[in-house]
């Protein structure tokens, strides 16, 4: 158990009490923690569904790591070192095939932040990395050292809603080669007044930070298959810090095999925000699964899980085509 508290110095969990609520948890229940991190949510749901089930996934394997030397010999609690977009392998690999809740909490840890060296956070000068799994992909120095002046401007507008995505771009292009996020933020820095600056600079590096985690796209394939895998009356429940992710979660309540079980997102309290900051801007949505659901045609449905306005569900419910 200490071992277990001992893990809240690298993240403390946001909305805790509020997501136990929504999930409804009960013994027995088999429950899917698609973003493990250190368990802050996780080893509560445990405890409240033993002799259930708890399967996390986490893709960070230094967080991983430091999970499972933390882990007690005898435990509910399933972690694979695992990116919750390959859900339908890792419950392949644990012999489960229906579950009863499914919980994505999508910020970054504060160990990513601050502790992982990779870059998570402008105010630390490291390597200008970005990614949750460093063998996957490329770090986000080369691909702003390799890509050209318009792909750099595209991705900090579109995933960044950088106003000066062009000037930064170029100044970038001027300034190569970029390695570490002091490189960066000194570029950044010149485009706006001192008390500008760090917007704009988190506006930047959550846009590397998606591009080269390919954030949107796992988040659209890692929702098709947690409601594939939730069983009907199952619920699913996601905490997003941006209003991309946010608009992605929000547009589910257009479709019909889910009822919304949050009319409006539930936000952290004030006493929340004033002990942890981090947590100001989370939004917690949850949905009940109420009709089977294909998941490969989820995912190749333009309007599944779509953040970008021009191409938003439209207003009314969307009608599910059955083959
Ligand atoms: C906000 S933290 C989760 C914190 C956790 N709920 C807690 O209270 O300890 C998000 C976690 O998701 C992990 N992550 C990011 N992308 C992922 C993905 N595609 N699949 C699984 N885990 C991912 C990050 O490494 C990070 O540890």
């Given at each position: 158990?200490?071992?277990?508290?001992?893990?809240?110095?690298?993240?403390?969990?946001?909305?805790?009490?509020?997501?136990?609520?929504?999930?409804?948890?009960?013994?027995h229940?088999?429950?899917?923690?698609?973003?493990?991190?250190?368990?802050?949510?996780?080893?509560?749901?445990?405890?409240?569904?033993?002799?259930?089930?708890?399967?996390?996934?986490?893709?960070?394997?230094?967080?991983?790591?430091?999970?499972?030397?933390?882990l007690?010999?005898?435990?509910?609690?399933?972690?694979?070192?695992?990116?919750y977009?390959?859900m339908?392998?890792?419950?392949?690999?644990?012999?489960?095939?229906?579950?009863?809740?499914?919980?994505?909490?999508?910020?970054?840890?504060?160990?990513?932040?601050?502790?992982?060296?990779?870059?998570?956070?402008?105010?630390?000068?490291?390597?200008?990395?970005?990614?949750?799994?460093?063998?996957?992909?490329?770090?986000?120095?080369?691909?702003?050292?390799?890509a050209?002046?318009?792909?750099?401007?595209?991705?900090?507008?579109?995933?960044?809603?950088?106003?000066?995505?062009?000037?930064?771009?170029?100044?970038?292009?001027?300034?190569r080669?970029?390695?570490?996020t002091?490189?960066?933020?000194?570029?950044?820095?010149?485009?706006?007044?001192?008390?500008?600056?760090?917007?704009?600079?988190?506006?930047?590096?959550q846009?590397?930070?998606?591009?080269?985690?390919?954030?949107?796209?796992?988040?659209?394939?890692?929702?098709?298959?947690?409601?594939?895998?939730?069983?009907?009356?199952?619920?699913?429940?996601?905490?997003?810090?941006?209003?991309?992710?946010?608009?992605?979660?929000?547009?589910?309540?257009?479709?019909?095999?889910?009822?919304p079980?949050?009319?409006?997102?539930?936000?952290?309290?004030?006493?929340?925000?004033?002990?942890?900051?981090?947590?100001?801007?989370?939004?917690?949505?949850?949905?009940?699964?109420?009709?089977?659901?294909?998941?490969?045609?989820?995912?190749?449905?333009?309007?599944?899980?779509?953040?970008?306005?021009?191409?938003?569900?439209?207003?009314?419910?969307?009608?599910?085509?059955?083959?």
């Amino acid at each position: 158990m200490d071992r277990i508290l001992n893990l809240r110095k690298y993240h403390r969990p946001v909305l805790l009490r509020e997501v136990l609520e929504v999930l409804d948890l009960s013994p027995h229940l088999i429950v899917v923690d698609a973003t493990f991190g250190f368990g802050g949510h996780a080893f509560e749901i445990a405890r409240k569904v033993d002799p259930g089930v708890l399967i996390g996934f986490e893709k960070d394997p230094d967080t991983y790591r430091i999970v499972s030397e933390s882990l007690p010999p005898i435990t509910n609690v399933r972690l694979l070192n695992m990116g919750y977009e390959r859900m339908d392998e890792g419950l392949l690999k644990v012999g489960i095939f229906n579950v009863d809740r499914v919980l994505f909490d999508l910020g970054i840890s504060s160990f990513s932040l601050e502790g992982s060296g990779r870059g998570f956070s402008f105010r630390r000068d490291e390597i200008l990395d970005l990614r949750f799994n460093p063998n996957e992909g490329i770090p986000a120095y080369e691909f702003l050292n390799r890509a050209s002046e318009r792909e750099i401007a595209e991705i900090l507008r579109k995933y960044g809603e950088e106003r000066k995505s062009n000037l930064i771009a170029r100044a970038i292009v001027e300034n190569r080669p970029i390695k570490t996020t002091g490189d960066l933020a000194r570029i950044v820095d010149k485009f706006y007044s001192p008390k500008l600056r760090n917007k704009a600079k988190a506006r930047v590096w959550q846009a590397l930070r998606i591009h080269v985690n390919d954030e949107l796209n796992n988040l659209k394939r890692g929702l098709a298959l947690a409601l594939k895998y939730l069983k009907l009356g199952g619920i699913l429940a996601v905490v997003t810090f941006h209003s991309l992710e946010d608009r992605a979660v929000k547009s589910l309540k257009f479709f019909p095999f889910l009822k919304p079980i949050t009319k409006k997102p539930i936000l952290p309290n004030e006493d929340e925000v004033s002990k942890n900051p981090r947590s100001r801007s989370a939004k917690l949505r949850a949905y009940m699964k109420v009709e089977e659901v294909d998941a490969l045609r989820l995912i190749n449905d333009s309007r599944f899980a779509d953040p970008f306005p021009k191409a938003r569900v439209p207003r009314r419910r969307i009608k599910h085509r059955r083959r």
